[in-house]
């Protein structure tokens, strides 16, 4: 039998669970194979009703209140001090649900990936230069393969604990039920639900859901380039782990990674109107509605700078550090026209200002240093002055 170690961790991600009673949910450490969360508070929340809560009992389970709804008009929030806060769509009963503790570096990342009953063994690959993290392998450069599944739903998670300056990262998820068995053919990860939940600081940035009906048996996630911004890959091929380990290293080694995700015009109205949203939510001063909101506008239409820039915003205000330099790294990466060079040295200055804050001192000169390259302001070359007498 093959004992493997598999996925990325980054806060909370939802597992179908074949175990639940009708009516419970059942709530997991995401870093933990199979540790019950106690205590956690669980609420579920409709418009124009009250809140109900609950708490989960010492096998992590809490029942759904007989009095809620539970459709997509449900919203589900589940928090514990120490862990990333989860909000979830429901219908939520029946399934089950893993919690990402906070993560203390600043360059740290966490991927959950979970699924449902079919196929029983999904596989998380985390490739960047000279490592490759998955189940034979898994402990890398500051990478570690933190919890495996091999009898479905999962979670399996990853643990970046420092992303290292100047290297790309690519994340794919791997059928190896039927890789193993070269069917090519299948269609069991297109129908298994898979989710991949993207963890910075103690917020879930990104959700990635798998594209239904997809013949694969390899779907090649997302990107993080050497700037630390995010890229949608999306790809979906039929590969053995081999095969996918060589294609990984190829979009390492490439000029850039492609954006192969579809998004049309319908979907870019309505992440402007989830953005709009956010927006006014922000000047009510509900940071923390906003910043879903935002997120939202965000999976929908991963290239919205406007968002990007609202939300990078709303993380400063809320104290999420880590959280902003993600942000402020994928301004960086889109910003164009004719404001570009300005939009990127003032992000580069935001993102000096964060490693100043945090007492690294060589990464914060190198990013006033670059603010500067772009554009003059007497702050980049004070803040450049700051630096070098500390590193003295």
């Known amino acids: ?100 503790p906070v993560m203390q570096n600043l360059d740290g990342l966490r991927v959950v990936l979970t699924w449902g009953e079919t196929p029983r063994d999904l596989d998380s690959h985390l490739s960047f230069p000279r490592n490759h993290v998955f189940f034979s392998d898994k402990v890398g450069d500051s990478a570690n393969l933190d919890v495996d599944d091999t009898t479905s739903y999962g979670p399996e998670t990853i643990t970046i604990e420092q ?24 269609k069991d990860m297109g129908f298994s639900n898979a989710r991949v939940e993207v963890y910075v600081g103690q917020t879930l940035i990104r959700t990635y859901r798998v594209q239904p009906d997809k013949t694969a048996t390899s779907w090649v996630v997302f990107g993080v380039d050497e700037n630390g911004a995010f890229h949608d890959i999306n790809q979906y091929l039929s590969l053995s782990r081999e095969g996918l380990a060589s294609h990984l290293d190829s979009l390492i ?10 998004v049309t015009p319908a979907i870019k109205r309505e992440a402007k109107q989830i953005n709009t949203r956010g927006e006014s939510l922000y000047h009510e001063k509900r940071l923390e509605d906003a910043m879903y909101k935002f997120q939202d506008a965000i999976n929908l239409y991963p290239s919205y700078g406007q968002a990007y820039s609202n939300l ?35 992000s580069y ?44």
Not at 60 to 73: E, F, L, M, R
Not at 313 to 341: D, F, V
């Open 312 to 346: 990078g915003l709303t993380y400063q205000k809320l104290g999420r550090t880590a959280e902003a330099l993600w942000a402020n790294r994928k301004a960086i990466e889109l910003a164009s026209g004719s404001t570009k060079n300005r939009v990127q040295a003032s």
């Open 163 to 186: 992303k290292f300056d100047d290297q790309r990262y690519v994340y794919a998820v791997h059928d190896y039920t039927n890789g193993a068995n070269n069917r090519k053919d299948s």
């Open 1 to 100: 039998m093959r004992h493997c170690f598999s996925s990325i961790v980054f806060s909370a991600a939802i597992v179908l669970s074949a175990h639940s009673q009708a009516g419970d949910i059942t709530v997991l450490s995401a870093v933990v194979k199979d540790e019950a969360i106690e205590a956690a508070k669980v609420t579920w929340q409709r418009n124009g009703e009250s809140s109900q809560q609950i708490q989960t009992n010492n096998e992590g389970k809490a029942s759904v209140p007989t009095s809620i709804t539970d459709d997509d008009n449900t919203t589900m929030i589940i928090n514990k001090p120490g862990y990333s806060t989860l909000v979830v769509k429901c219908p939520c009963d029946n399934f089950t649900y893993a919690l990402s």
């Open 349 to 392: 200055y935001n993102i000096a200002r964060i490693y100043e804050g945090n007492g690294q001192w060589q990464n914060a000169l190198n990013n006033f240093q670059k603010a500067k390259s772009l554009r003059q302001h007497s702050a980049y070359d004070k803040g450049i002055t700051r630096m070098q007498k500390k590193l003295q």
């Open 253 to 262: 080694r490439a000029t850039s990674f492609e954006n192969h995700s579809l």
